[in-house]
Every structure is written in C-alpha cells, then in structure tokens.
C-alpha cells in the first residue's frame, strides 16, 4: 500500500495527521475488501487554495472540505510500472474546513479528518452521493462503519451547534 502525503496548508497542526489518514485509508481498503496493492496520493491544504481546485475541476467557486479525483472507473485503475499498485486517485483536503466542521459538529479534528480521508476513498472506489437515494445512503452506512471499527464512531448527532446556547 503506498499512501502519499503532501502537507501545503500554511497552518500546522498539533495532530497525528499522518498517522489518522494511514490508518483510514487503510480501514476504508479493508472494509471494502480491496483485493490489490493500491496508490493514493492526499493532499492537505487550505480554503482559499481548495477553492481554486473547485472552481478550475468542478467549476463550482466555492470552499469545500474534501475533493476525490478518481483514476480509475468501473474497477479498472491505470497500474504505476514501478510498484505494479493500483493507482486509485488524488484527495485534497482542506485542513481549515476539517477545523472549522469539527467545532460545527462538536466532535475531535481526528475525527473530522479521519470521516474526510474514508469519505474520500469511498469516492476513489466509486461511490457517490451527489444525487443522493439508495447510493448516498450506502455510502453513509460504509463512512461510519469504517469510522466504528478503527474507534471514532459518530456521537449522538450530527448536526451543527448552536454557539448562542
């Protein structure tokens, strides 16, 4: 398994984030039963610079928390000559927004980022849930099966806070 990570955000943080997004990796690739040595490549950067990958790939000019780009579809992945790994795709992640939805939703920023990077692979392997129904609703229940097994279940809600309580 190669699990490449950039760090561009200019922000540095007082969290194992290395650690958090291995083993999430990992523990999406294994709930999912992946049959193969895979390659994935995440990046962490920051809002303004997350938004500028939104608008030029997705034309969509605004801040988001995670960004997938699969390499592959229908299974079929392009194969690095050097190591024989499937290549699965690139995650972008904005560290700012992971800190910004952490205190939103009242859980840990291990947390946040850990739901971010197996969000993310889901989508390397072909989930979505942008038009949401049955698939949207499986790719949940995997997000937080994968969350339960390595010990960061959801808590009792998931819904912003309110700061004036």
């Known amino acids: 398994m190669t699990i490449s990570i950039e760090y561009e955000a200019e922000k540095k943080l007082d969290l194992p984030y290395e650690e958090i997004i291995h083993d999430m990796v990992l523990a999406a690739l294994d709930y999912e039963e992946c049959p193969y040595e895979a390659e994935v490549n995440v990046i962490l950067t920051d809002n303004p610079s997350i938004q500028e990958i939104n608008r030029e790939h997705r034309h969509i000019d605004a801040v988001t928390d995670v960004l997938s780009f699969p390499l592959g579809e229908n299974g079929r992945y392009d194969i690095n000559p050097e ?18 939805q952490s205190e939103q939703f009242g859980h840990s920023l291990q947390r946040e980022v850990g739901y971010l990077t197996v969000h993310s692979i889901l989508h390397l392997l ?40």
């Open 83 to 100: 190591t024989g790994a499937k290549m699965l795709g690139d995650v972008v992640l904005s560290m700012e927004r992971a800190m910004e």
């Open 126 to 165: 072909g989930y979505d849930h942008v038009d949401g129904g049955l698939e949207a609703v499986r790719m949940r229940e995997r997000e937080e099966a994968v969350m339960s097994s390595v010990g960061l279940p959801r808590g009792e809600s998931y819904v912003m806070l309110d700061k004036d309580r």
